[in-house]
């Protein structure tokens, strides 16, 4: 089994940043790609950004592309997200998700391993 815990979320004004943290713990070697997924109240969860095991491949949604950074320390069993110049539509509880597949994907279903979630609110 794994474990994700995110943690790094709360509350900033617009144009501000977060990084959020999740630890991975458990059966560690069994994951590749990890992301991160959000989810606003009201809407539906929606992918953020996705990389591979080695961090060389990245992938992002259109609307935080060049706001958002993703990376991992893989010694650490850690997985980030920088969020520079955040916006009121950011907020949401964020997620992040491991994969046993090798390719990084957008799509939720091919993640195994989920956390709990970290609150991300920005103020207009």
């Known amino acids: 089994q794994l474990h994700l815990v995110e943690s790094g979320g709360g509350l900033v004004q617009a144009g501000g940043s977060l990084r959020l943290s999740c630890a991975a713990s458990g059966r560690t070697s069994s994951i590749n790609s990890m992301g991160w997924f959000r989810q606003a109240p009201g809407k539906e969860q929606e992918f953020v950004a996705v990389?591979?095991?080695?961090?060389?491949?990245?992938f992002y949604a259109g609307s935080v592309e060049g706001r958002f950074t993703i990376s991992r320390d893989n010694a650490k069993n850690t997985l980030y997200l920088q969020m520079n110049i955040l916006k009121p539509e950011d907020t949401a509880l964020y997620h992040c998700?491991?994969?046993?597949?090798?390719?990084?994907?957008?799509?939720?279903?091919?993640?195994?391993?989920w956390g709990q979630g970290t609150q991300v609110t920005v103020s207009s």
């Open positions: 998700a491991a994969s046993k597949r090798l390719i990084p994907t957008v799509n939720r279903q091919d993640y195994n391993y």
């Open positions: 990389t591979s095991w080695s961090g060389a491949s990245t």
